[in-house]
Each structure stands twice: as structure tokens, then as C-alpha cells.
């Protein structure tokens, strides 16, 4: 405790000149670092921000240089030293999160709406396409051929609209990635269905493709690696509606967000306290065993993440129905009155 307070008289002994220089540092310039950002298109954003700067900062540099607006939905990641992605806090300095540059990161969807039809802008179901399409293709998403297809059809259709037999050639859904494998018979059938999309709007296509892609059982599902209390690997999935558990790829329980009264972790073990169900008398804790520390730590603070943004969404959407519904009622009894 001593040692914190050792240098408070230290200015009483500093000569003239020492004084002098002191403000000369204050006036230095702050230092900055390039940043490389990958956007969802492929292309880069490179900039330059403050060493101090915090994460959020970065953020909204991001998304005005995408004219994004809806920006909650999206965070930037980056790799550590195991190469396992993070997501960059928007509340903390960017140096203290990466030790080491350069300062590269992903531009990305955080949190999957559950109805992407609630969003507001076209642009951002655009870069909500552009992340799924990812998903796809690295097989976090996975689909079956009949799901491969209809997607990758309204995927061309936005980027080429309508089908022109004297503009495209017969291989020209071949420059396209929409599957992990793609075969030539997934592209005849992406060809098939596009030609009969004549008159569909870039826009309504993307729609079309939200809300077929909101209904695969791996839609927003953010996987970990884990161990239940027996030893066998399992995996959590963290998503929209609460936190998922897949033995074989197969989902065998499911903990909604309101189920769930407590989220902990100690070194490499993660907990879940649940709520007692209609015929239990008391709650209950379960465990899981993460690879290391840093993993748990990660699944703890994306379930955090969640809940809360999730949580806050359900009370907004609430909070807007009743207020469109008290207008419906008050224009009901003005009709009233006035006749």
C-alpha cells in the first residue's frame, strides 16, 4: 500500500529546468495504430486509431464507412495466439485485448435476429445474407441439397437479377460458392430455379433468402466445445433463444434464457443454474468442462452477451407492440366520438 504513494512529494525536489519540460509531454500527439479490418464482401477496411482507443470507437468507424446503421447486431473479431476467434469488447481498450499486432479483425454478424424481417434496412439484411452465405460455405450452417439450392438460387438472383439468356452463359453459376461441395447438379437446379425469378427485386430476394435460412436448426447457433458431467464430448450452442446442447451433432437439451438464473465459470468449468421446474422444489446447477480456461471464459462471457442483447430485444419489440396498440385504441375512440 506504501509503495503507491512513494512519488507524491516528488515535485518538491524537481529542479526549475525539470518543471519546465513537463508541459512539452503533455503536448505530445497520441499514438496511433493501422488497423486492417475484413468486411463480409472479402474487401478490406484499413484505417488508423489511437492506441487508447476503445473498441466501440473502432466499431462505429466501421459502420459509417458501411453506411450501416443497425450496427448492434455486428461486433469485429479477432484471433488469438491459439487462433481461436474473439470478439473485440466494445467497452475496453483495444491494446489490452490484443497484445501483440498487427491489429487485424473480422467485420461480422454477433447476434442473429430471430426474425430478420423485423429489421429496419435493406442494407443490413444485405450484410445478414453476405454473413449466412459464409456460414454456408464454411459448413457452420449446414443445409441439405433441396436448401443448398433454393438458397444459392435467390443468392444469384440478387447479385445478377433477372435470368438473360444472351448475358449468361451456360456455365455462369459456376463463378458463384454457395456449398461447401458444390456439384454440377447443384448448380443445373440453382439454374433452373433462377430463371423463374424474373421481376424479384435484389431486395425481395434477400428477404426470400432471410427467411428461409432463419428456419435451419443451426441458424445464429454459436458453438463451443465442451465435456458434460460424464466426460463425453459434446458441444454448447449459445443463440438467440437460450443455450443449446449437441451430442453426435444431434441437439439433446435446450436451457432458455428465462430458465436460467446464473451464468459462471471457475478455471476451466462452466455452470448453469436452472430454475426449478413445475414439479421441482428446488434449483439446480449444471456443469461442463471446457479445454482450458480461456474457453470457458469465452462460452461465459457470449452467453452473458446474448442473454442480455436478446433480453433487451424481447422487452423493446413489447414496449413498440403496446405502444402501436394504444394508437390503434385512442384512433378507435376518437372515430367514435367523433360520429
Same mark, same amino acid.
Given at each position: 500500500?506504501?509503495?503507491?504513494?512513494?512519488?507524491?512529494?516528488?515535485?518538491?525536489?524537481?529542479?526549475?529546468?525539470?518543471?519546465?519540460?513537463?508541459?512539452?509531454?503533455? !503536448?505530445? #500527439?497520441?499514438?496511433?495504430?493501422? @488497423?486492417?479490418?475484413? %468486411? =463480409?464482401?472479402?474487401? +478490406?477496411?484499413?484505417?488508423?486509431?489511437?492506441?487508447?482507443?476503445?473498441?466501440?470507437?473502432?466499431?462505429?468507424?466501421?459502420?459509417?464507412?458501411?453506411?450501416?446503421?443497425?450496427?448492434?447486431?455486428?461486433?469485429?473479431?479477432?484471433?488469438?495466439?491459439?487462433?481461436?476467434?474473439?470478439?473485440?469488447?466494445?467497452?475496453?481498450?483495444?491494446?489490452?485485448?490484443?497484445?501483440?499486432?498487427?491489429?487485424?479483425?473480422?467485420?461480422?454478424v454477433?447476434?442473429?435476429?430471430?426474425?430478420?424481417?423485423?429489421?429496419?434496412?435493406?442494407?443490413?439484411?444485405?450484410?445478414l445474407?453476405?454473413q449466412?452465405?459464409?456460414?454456408?460455405l !464454411?459448413? #457452420?450452417?449446414?443445409?441439405?441439397? @433441396?436448401t443448398?439450392? %433454393? =438458397?444459392?438460387s435467390? +443468392?444469384?438472383?440478387?447479385e445478377?437479377?433477372?435470368?438473360?439468356?444472351?448475358?449468361?452463359?451456360p456455365?455462369?453459376?459456376?463463378?458463384?460458392?454457395?456449398?461447401?461441395?458444390?456439384?454440377?447438379?447443384?448448380?443445373?437446379?440453382v439454374?433452373?430455379?433462377?430463371?423463374?425469378?424474373?421481376?424479384?427485386?435484389?431486395?425481395?430476394?434477400?428477404?426470400?433468402?432471410?427467411?428461409?435460412?432463419k428456419?435451419?436448426?443451426?441458424?445464429?447457433?454459436?458453438?463451443?466445445?465442451?465435456?458434460?458431467?460424464e466426460?463425453?464430448?459434446?458441444?454448447?450452442?449459445?443463440?438467440?433463444s437460450?443455450?443449446?446442447?449437441?451430442?453426435?451433432?444431434? #441437439?439433446?437439451n435446450?436451457?432458455?434464457w428465462?430458465?436460467? %438464473?446464473?451464468?459462471?465459470?471457475?478455471?476451466?468449468?462452466?455452470?448453469?443454474?436452472?430454475r426449478?421446474?413445475?414439479?421441482?422444489?428446488?434449483?439446480s446447477?449444471?456443469?461442463?468442462?471446457?479445454?482450458?480456461?480461456?474457453?470457458s471464459?469465452?462460452?461465459?462471457?457470449?452467453?452473458?452477451?446474448?442473454?442480455?442483447?436478446?433480453?433487451?430485444?424481447?422487452?423493446?419489440?413489447?414496449?413498440?407492440?403496446?405502444?402501436?396498440?394504444?394508437?390503434?385504441?385512442?384512433?378507435?375512440?376518437?372515430?367514435?366520438?367523433?360520429?
Amino acid at each position: 500500500m506504501s509503495d503507491e504513494h512513494r512519488d507524491t512529494d516528488d515535485s518538491s525536489e524537481k529542479t526549475p529546468s525539470r518543471m519546465s519540460r513537463s508541459p512539452q509531454k503533455s !503536448s505530445k #500527439r497520441p499514438k496511433t495504430a493501422p @488497423v486492417k479490418v475484413t %468486411l =463480409l464482401d472479402g474487401s +478490406a477496411y484499413e484505417t488508423g486509431v489511437e492506441k487508447l482507443c476503445k473498441g466501440q470507437a473502432l466499431l462505429d468507424m466501421v459502420c459509417e464507412h458501411l453506411n450501416l446503421l443497425e450496427k448492434d447486431y455486428f461486433g469485429l473479431t479477432f484471433s488469438d495466439t491459439e487462433s481461436h476467434k474473439n470478439w473485440l469488447d466494445p467497452s475496453k481498450e483495444i491494446k489490452k485485448q490484443i497484445r501483440m499486432g498487427p491489429w487485424h479483425f473480422s467485420f461480422a454478424v454477433k447476434f442473429y435476429p430471430p426474425d430478420p424481417s423485423q429489421l429496419i434496412e435493406d442494407i443490413t439484411r444485405y450484410y445478414l445474407c453476405l454473413q449466412l452465405r459464409e456460414d454456408i460455405l !464454411s459448413g #457452420r450452417l449446414p443445409c441439405s441439397f @433441396v436448401t443448398h439450392a %433454393l =438458397l444459392g438460387s435467390y +443468392a444469384v438472383q440478387a447479385e445478377l437479377g433477372d435470368y438473360d439468356p444472351e448475358e449468361h452463359g451456360p456455365d455462369y453459376i459456376s463463378e458463384f460458392r454457395f456449398a461447401p461441395n458444390q456439384t454440377r447438379e447443384l448448380e443445373e437446379r440453382v439454374m433452373e430455379l433462377h430463371r423463374t425469378y424474373r421481376g424479384m427485386s435484389p431486395a425481395e430476394a434477400e428477404i426470400n433468402f432471410l427467411e428461409n435460412a432463419k428456419k435451419l436448426s443451426m441458424y445464429g447457433v454459436d458453438l463451443h466445445h465442451a465435456k458434460d458431467s460424464e466426460g463425453i464430448d459434446i458441444m454448447l450452442g449459445v443463440c438467440a433463444s437460450g443455450l443449446l446442447i449437441y451430442r453426435d451433432r444431434l #441437439r439433446i437439451n435446450r436451457f432458455a434464457w428465462p430458465k436460467i %438464473l446464473k451464468i459462471s465459470y471457475k478455471r476451466s468449468n462452466f455452470y448453469i443454474k436452472i430454475r426449478p421446474g413445475e414439479y421441482e422444489q428446488f434449483e439446480s446447477t449444471i456443469g461442463f468442462k471446457l479445454p482450458n480456461h480461456r474457453a470457458s471464459k469465452r462460452l461465459w462471457k457470449v452467453c452473458i452477451e446474448h442473454h442480455t442483447f436478446f433480453s433487451l430485444h424481447i422487452l423493446l419489440l413489447i414496449i413498440i407492440s403496446v405502444h402501436n396498440a394504444c394508437k390503434v385504441n385512442l384512433c378507435l375512440q376518437q372515430g367514435v366520438s367523433e360520429v
